[in-house]
């Protein structure tokens, strides 16, 4: 076959009967302690996220949904932001690989964006709209949220 065009990296997947392209679910897939979008892998993994940060965003996407490719690099550019960046815990689960996540939170479409503040469900975001997702963001963020109520309480003192 093309074993010689082929990465050495793909080439386990040459003969292989999956219709998922190899390098899409590789980039989708992929984890690194440097990623500040995290993968979820399982339900533990899940729970644990939710519990140990106080914003999470989480992002129920699958690898053959063409809107959650197309919002994936903007959410992570987010994620890397320093507004955002170590404020707002960026998260990732494929619906398709864990389906016990899925189901917990209804997931009925994909992308679903899910805030959880203190562990607790606070907002939803249905479809691949990088303007709302943005403002869902901001509204979250706990550095926004202090520079605001300090803008308010010296407005408040002016009077």
């Not at 990732?92 to 009925?108: C, M, S």
Request: overall charge negative; glycine content about 4%; hydrophobic content about 40%.
């Amino acid at each position: 076959m093309y074993t010689r065009s082929l990465p050495r990296a793909f080439r386990a997947f040459r003969g292989t009967t999956s219709t998922a392209n190899p390098i899409i679910t590789r980039l989708f897939t992929t984890s690194s302690s440097k990623m500040t979008v995290h993968n979820i892998a399982t339900m533990e993994q899940f729970k644990e996220t939710i519990a140990k940060n106080p914003v999470v965003l989480l992002d129920a996407f699958a690898t053959w949904c063409g809107p959650c490719k197309a919002i994936a690099p903007q959410v992570a550019r987010w994620a890397e932001e320093e507004t955002f960046k170590d404020k707002i815990y960026f998260a990732k689960f494929d619906v398709d690989a864990v389906p016990d996540v899925a189901q917990e939170l209804g997931i009925r479409a994909m992308p679903t964006f899910i805030v959880f503040k203190d562990g607790e469900k606070v907002d939803e975001l249905l479809g691949a709209n990088p303007p709302a997702l943005f403002k869902l963001i901001e509204k979250y963020n706990p550095a926004e949220a202090e520079t605001t109520e300090k803008s308010e309480n010296k407005s408040e003192t002016a009077e």
